[in-house]
């Protein structure tokens, strides 16, 4: 049912208030006394992906209205993102673990449909009441034939995989090594990688040694606190070279996402 005629939809955009200074073309306003988020995009193809994909931790399209210059999608409002969140907050582990095993459901149901992300970071990641995550931002998602490799840029740089500055390369593995720069960061409250190549110190002084592990991360910046062994072994298979990273369904039976099961309810 249509909630929004297509010249109101406009309206409500145009009313709307920019979010992210970075993100001008996504707004918030109310609709109905219900504060709801309207975003105007031009590639069209994202709308139908989202249409497509119904899950609880993906975001919820309200409404939507193609339009000569594209289209206005009508998401459901959430008072945050898991980035702010983390800039605020030093969660414990389990807590840690409660928000990225929803991630992970997200991205796993999405590449059981063949799409890949390609932008899979915490401020794509919002954070609604009861510690719901929702995966958003399907701009640079794309559907991607088996084998098919990827040879385009992708995504924000820091979460971005090794091979993705070298040549072509799996899309699935780049979403999987961003799910990786997710954890780690939720964990440690900082990044590993400015840009997982040459030119980024850390990565020098760690992946281009021989035998060289995600310990050796932690000893480079001097980790003042130690994780579970666990999370540092599904951390190792994540962030590694990608004919040795775990795939999608493998991070799935972990034993570290399975520690908690009531949190996984």
């Keep these: 049912m249509c909630l929004f005629r297509p010249n109101t939809v406009q309206a409500a955009y145009r009313r709307g208030r920019s979010i992210y200074p970075a993100k001008p073309h996504v707004v918030t306003t109310k609709?109905?006394?219900?504060?709801?988020?309207?975003?105007?995009?031009?590639?069209?193809?994202?709308?139908f992906l989202l249409q497509k994909l119904k899950h609880t931790n993906i975001i919820t399209v309200i409404d939507s209205s193609m339009w000569?210059?594209?289209?206005?999608?009508?998401?459901?409002?959430?008072?945050?993102?898991?980035?702010?969140?983390?800039?605020?907050?030093?969660?414990?582990e389990v807590e840690v673990q409660c928000y990225f095993v929803q991630i992970h459901r997200?991205?796993?149901?999405?590449?059981?449909?063949?799409?890949?992300?390609?932008?899979?970071?915490?401020?794509?990641?919002?954070?609604?009441?009861?510690?719901?995550?929702?995966?958003?931002?399907?701009?640079l998602a794309s559907v991607v034939k088996p084998g098919q490799v990827q040879s385009r840029g992708c995504g924000t740089i820091s979460y971005r995989a090794p091979e993705t500055f070298l040549r072509s390369y799996c899309g699935f593995a780049n979403d999987v090594w961003a799910l990786g720069i997710c954890l780690f960061a939720m964990l440690t409250g900082f990044f590993p990688f400015v840009r997982a190549s040459g030119s980024d110190n850390c990565f020098k002084a760690t992946f281009f040694k021989k035998n060289h592990s995600i310990r050796s991360i932690f000893v480079f910046y001097n980790l003042p606190f130690k994780l579970?062994?666990?999370?540092?072994?599904?951390?190792?298979?994540?962030?590694?070279?990608?004919?040795?990273?775990?795939?999608?369904?493998?991070?799935?039976?972990h034993r570290w996402i399975n520690l908690h099961p009531t949190l996984m309810s």
């Design 31 to 47: 609709w109905n006394d219900n504060k709801v988020v309207i975003k105007k995009v031009d590639r069209v193809y994202e709308l």
């Design 68 to 92: 000569s210059t594209g289209a206005y999608i009508v998401f459901e409002f959430a008072p945050g993102d898991l980035l702010s969140y983390m800039q605020r907050n030093r969660p414990e």
């Design 228 to 253: 579970s062994e666990d999370v540092t072994d599904l951390l190792e298979q994540v962030l590694c070279e990608c004919d040795t990273r775990l795939g999608i369904d493998s991070i799935h039976i």
């Design 106 to 139: 997200a991205v796993m149901y999405i590449h059981s449909f063949s799409i890949i992300h390609a932008d899979i970071k915490l401020d794509n990641c919002l954070l609604f009441g009861n510690n719901i995550v929702k995966l958003i931002d399907f701009g």
